[in-house]
């Protein structure tokens, strides 16, 4: 049984993506500088791409979205998705604030987990967000690779909330 449970310790601490270096925080930082001025821009192509994404936000179910893109709750929302975003970036690369970035991202899953929101629907915005990167900004090599690695981190947190068990 012991034997047992240290072979599920090691399989979890495995499966844990690697924290980012400072040089791969760094490029990732330097992309998301590129376009992080488009929150419109960026939730528009969101919700443009995966309707069902929008019709999860009570204040935008069924609305026309090119009308809702101009209205000040949009853009509000764009900036605390954007802004979110910037914060846990800015922290990244740096062993010391890797639990206040577990802290932030835990209350995002929690928050997320208690709206409904599934993994599907997240993965679907990584896609479009890392797709929006790549062709408004620049994102490839060692900055793609950094990109995603950061990606993996975060999104192991907040899949870890919405399993009901999160990551400490
Ligand atoms: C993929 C599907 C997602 C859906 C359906 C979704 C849905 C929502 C909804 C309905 C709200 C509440 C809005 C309000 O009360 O005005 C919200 C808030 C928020 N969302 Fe999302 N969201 C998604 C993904 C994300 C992602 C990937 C991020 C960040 C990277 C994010 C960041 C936030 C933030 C920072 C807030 C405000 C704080 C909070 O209440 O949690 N969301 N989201």
Redesign the pocket.
């Known amino acids: 049984m012991k034997f047992l449970i240290v072979l599920a310790l090691i399989a979890a601490a495995a499966a844990e993506h690697k924290p980012l270096t400072h040089e791969q925080a760094d490029q990732v930082r330097h992309a998301w500088d590129k376009v992080k001025h488009n929150e419109v821009e960026i939730l528009h192509e969101i919700f443009k791409e995966h309707p069902d994404?929008q019709n999860?936000?009570p204040?935008f179910a069924g609305k026309d979205l090119e009308t809702i893109k101009g209205e000040a709750s949009f853009a509000t929302?764009a900036t605390?998705?954007v802004s979110?975003?910037t914060e846990i970036l800015s922290l990244a690369g740096n062993p010391d604030t890797i639990p206040a970035i577990k802290t932030r991202v835990n209350e995002?899953g929690q928050?997320?987990r208690n709206?409904g929101?599934t993994k599907e629907?997240?993965n679907?915005?990584r896609h479009t967000l890392t797709d929006y990167v790549k062709h408004h900004g620049s994102l490839d090599g060692d900055a793609e690779q950094a990109w995603n690695q950061a990606f993996d981190c975060i999104y192991e947190v907040i899949f870890s909330n919405l399993d009901g068990h999160p990551v400490v």
């Open positions: 994404i999860k936000f204040q929302h605390r998705i979110f975003l995002m928050n997320h709206r929101v629907q997240l679907e915005f």
